[in-house]
Each structure stands twice: as C-alpha cells, then as structure tokens.
C-alpha cells in the first residue's frame, strides 16, 4: 500500500531505547475502510477508493455512489491497493509497517489577511528617524517610467494560510496498531483533526 489518509492529531514527543527525544505528529487511521472500486469496465482504469469518517448531509449523488458501502465517507481518495479488498473492508494500519519514510500532503492554517513582515518575513522599516508609524510596512514599490506599473506577483500583504502543502521526507517513528495511530517525525500541515494524505517514497 502506497498510499493512506488519516486525520491529524495532536503533537507530542517519544523517547527512544538510546534515551534521545524525537518530536512526533500523531495521526489517527483507525477507521479507514474501502468506499469504492473503480473498474475498467465503467470507469476507464482500475482504482480503490478509501474513505474516512461519515457525511451528516450527503446528497444525492454521493448516496449512489457510495449505495454498496451504505453511508457516504467525510473524505475519500482513491489509492493503488496491491491486496484485493471489497467495499466494507476495513484497511489495517499494518499495510504500513514497512514504509520508513514518507510525503505528507495537507491543507496549511488559516492565517487571514496578513502584512509582508508575517507573510514574507519582511525586515520592515526603521525603529528610528521619525519613522513612529512605518514599523511593518512594505517600503516603496513605485518603479519609475518604464515599466511605470508595479510587476505582477510582487509581494505584498495579503490572504496567508489555506494552501495544499506537501512535507517530504517524514520519517515514519512507530506505528500504533490498537490505536490506529502513526507517528511521523516533526511537524505536519494542517488544524488538529484536519484531513492528510500520507503517500510512501518506497
């Protein structure tokens, strides 16, 4: 299995045999089940679909497409799946004991409107010199005649956060099978209790 989704969990710390700390994000695949299989003969390929979680308010559509597992998942992605599964079958955590190292895809937080020193890390103006109101501002952007217009993509204030972010590299510390937990090194995209997809580099 290449590819599992799960729900990020809280952040924590486990201490290893050699007495070395290692900072962890937990996430949460325990109840992971197939929703859905796609076939060569109606769809155009082969796929597996995983869901996670149960949809309050499904419409209509998803309830038909969804009828053979009989509820409509809060998330679904579709994955490769080397072992034949059915609809209803639950995907078990230790799929993933082999996998040493993973990329781990989220959805980043909500920040707002922001200025360039918090979205770009911007030095700002000086504390000094009269400058009592200029603290975390831009600075000029005006260009001169030619092209006498400010370049598109310049960096400026503006909405920060709410992006698809992708961590490589995260090494997989230890894999809880009774809680259906993973333990990924450092730190994760995302709220707690958001949706991530955890794809294996091997």
Known sequence: MKTIIGLKKNMSQI???DGNVVPVTFVDVADIVVAHKKTVEKDGYKATVIGLGKKKNPSKAEVGKFKELGFVPMYAVEVELEEELNVGDKVNVSMFEAIKKVNVTGITKGKGFQGVVKRWGFKGGPRTHGQSDRQRHPGSIGMRTTPGRVFKGKKMGGRMGGDT?????????????EHGLIALKGAVPGNKDSLVIIESQS
């Open 15 to 17: 201490f290893k045999e």
């Open 165 to 177: 972010k992708t961590v490589k590299n995260l090494r997989v510390v230890e894999i809880d099978q």
